[in-house]
């Protein structure tokens, strides 16, 4: 495991879109060899997806061959809702790079049958070999995509019931508004996500401190589900000073002497 502690949010931005960046430049992705990247939402990833974006308009970076997945969607909320994940996606990063859109794949919240929905998903990452590089983020409390405290470090892509704590922490998207909050979502496992042959966790400000502290200073832990990429062979937590506020000193000096 390896934990990358830059000064601020901007920088560990910048940290990740590069390795995201070098990651696809080294595999030499082709027609027949697609890269296959795994994708958040919410607020921490959207500087990382500026910086991607900058480095393909510089000419740096195509995703034309290029499989992405992401981590969620909330149950019920129309697909052109300005807050469903779909949204979010094209509006923060797809429309602005040269990826095809069959090849961005997002779990479908109003599918007919949304347990088929998520086996679907689940084959689908299976016939594109598996998830290259999985990027993600914490909640609060602790939890990867919507495995809410409690999931299975065992599970795979499912319905989620959310829990008070997300909806109160998703709120801020909905006019404060805790009605309009989706209560369900459908979401990769915490096994889909160990499944990947890498793993790279956002982790920003002092509001996640704990759950850092949590994820990689004490054991595994179903409550705390971001815990089980401790066992993961290649697991990279980027940060910024902030959220180390609840880490040892003794961690912090030890990681940050590494790179």
């Not at 797809?94 to 961005?104: L, M, S, T």
């Not at 937590?237 to 030890?254: M, N, P, S």
């Amino acid at each position: 495991m390896r934990l990358v502690i830059l000064d601020d949010y901007d920088l560990a931005s910048e940290w990740a879109a590069k390795y995201i960046c070098n990651r696809i430049i080294q595999f030499k992705p082709s027609q027949g060899r697609y890269f296959t990247l795994g994708l958040p939402t919410g607020s921490t990833p959207l500087g990382c997806y500026k910086k991607l974006i900058e480095y393909h308009k510089n000419g740096d970076l195509s995703f034309k061959y290029v499989k992405t997945f992401n981590m969620d969607e909330y149950v019920g909320l129309p697909r052109n809702h300005p807050e469903s994940y779909h949204s979010y996606m094209w509006n923060n990063f797809f429309k602005h790079i040269d990826i095809d859109p069959n090849n961005a794949h997002i779990l479908d919240g109003n599918a007919p049958d949304l347990q088929a929905e998520c086996d679907a998903f689940e084959k689908k990452i299976e016939e594109a070999g598996g998830i290259d590089l999985f990027v993600g983020g914490i909640g609060p409390d602790g939890h990867i995509a919507f495995n809410e405290p409690g999931s299975s470090l065992a599970s795979r892509t499912r319905l989620k019931t959310l829990a008070m704590d997300t909806i109160l922490a998703n709120a801020k998207y909905f006019d404060g508004d805790l009605s309009k909050v989706p209560t369900m979502a459908l979401t990769v496992g915490v096994g889909t996500v160990m499944d990947a042959r890498e793993v790279m966790i956002l982790i920003t400000g002092a509001h996640k401190a704990f759950a850092l502290y949590k994820a990689i200073e004490e054991g595994v832990n179903h409550m705390w589900t971001v815990s089980a990429f401790q066992q993961h062979p290649r697991t990279i937590f980027v940060c910024d000073e902030d959220a180390t506020l609840e880490l040892r000193v003794k961690t912090v000096k030890y990681f940050k002497g590494e790179h």
